[in-house]
């Protein structure tokens, strides 16, 4: 990922998203891979054989997919019709990131401009998919996993880094039609997002919530749910990092060099067996002798009592 000129701002910043007031219309999916060139296949019904009974594609984020719009339905207890909810999958932005805290190659980092984002370096990255593993919303996704010689590579939202140090808005933000998405001051995000629940609660929806004020120390991307959170895709309850993720990330100097002892191992591993020949040989089950192949010569000889036992 190329880096920008430094611009440090004054106050960290978020993404803002209305579940009461998106539409599904999945141009934010569109508009994330136009701006960041990330290829989607264009076959039909590319990747499922069969109707999944949903409408959300992809199913779930994938190397190529940094952000999806989800799809959930349910019948309503108490009157006729069903509860449609749509959400946002996409990097969350923690203030106490387990994806940060847990990479050894120091790939994952805050943004340092202060915007709050997390961000990466594509070029430290190793491989180890430990951020994946750590990450409470299951995010982080990379390329090349499962295909030889292609290197694996962290593959995740970075906010359009790139676009908000030249004081531009994330793609996803700037296509959103029914205003469903916005970005600015992450206090003035959630403002915003406290106003509209409020708003919710007297229309009826009792279970509206805001998620991402204190989960993970804060996030910087701010929803505003209509449902309750089983509407709503990897969402848990209270989410912060394990203490284990928390221990790494002081651990990570050590983690970092082992990951290259472990490296380097490997490659002393490999020119020590430089210039290695096995012998082969074969053996003469008449003589009882085993023969080197390339000089004839008897290695050794096993009689009849010891092939037997």
Not at 75 to 81: C, I, Q
Not at 243 to 263: C, R
């Amino acid at each position: 990922m190329m880096e920008q000129p430094a611009k440090r701002l004054s106050e960290e910043m978020a993404i803002y998203y209305d579940a009461s007031k998106c539409t599904a219309c999945r141009g934010c999916q569109a508009a994330c891979k136009v701006w960041n060139e990330l290829p989607s296949p264009i076959e039909k019904n590319a990747g499922a054989s069969t109707f999944t009974g949903s409408y959300q594609n992809p199913a779930d984020l994938d190397e190529n997919t940094r952000l999806i719009v989800t799809f959930e339905e349910r019948e309503r207890a108490e009157r006729y019709g069903i509860d449609w909810a749509f959400g946002r999958r996409s990097c969350m932005h923690c203030t106490d990131a387990a994806c940060v805290n847990v990479c050894p190659s120091g790939c994952l980092y805050h943004d340092p401009d202060g915007s709050g984002l997390v961000i990466y370096d594509v070029d430290k990255c190793i491989g180890c998919q430990y951020c994946r593993s750590a990450c409470p919303f299951d995010v982080p996704r990379h390329t090349g996993v499962g295909l030889a010689g292609t290197g694996i590579k962290i593959n995740k939202c970075t906010g359009c880094i790139d676009r908000v140090r030249q004081g531009m808005e994330p793609a996803c933000v700037a296509t959103c039609q029914p205003n469903a998405l916005k970005f600015g001051p992450r206090s003035e995000m959630l403002d915003l997002a406290r106003k509209r629940v409020e708003k919710l609660h007297k229309m009826g929806f009792a279970d509206a919530r805001v998620y991402g004020d204190a989960e993970c120390g804060g996030l910087h991307s701010i929803h505003v749910l209509k449902y309750d959170l089983s509407m709503y895709q990897k969402l848990p309850e209270d989410a912060h990092p394990s203490a284990l993720t928390s221990a790494m990330g002081v651990m990570k100097p050590l983690a970092a060099v082992g990951a290259i002892g472990i490296v380097g191992g490997l490659g002393i591993s490999f020119l020590t067996g430089l210039g290695y020949k096995r012998d082969k040989m074969y053996y003469d089950e008449e003589s009882g002798d085993v023969i080197d192949t390339d000089t004839d010569e008897v290695v050794r000889h096993i009689s009849q009592e010891e092939g037997e036992r």
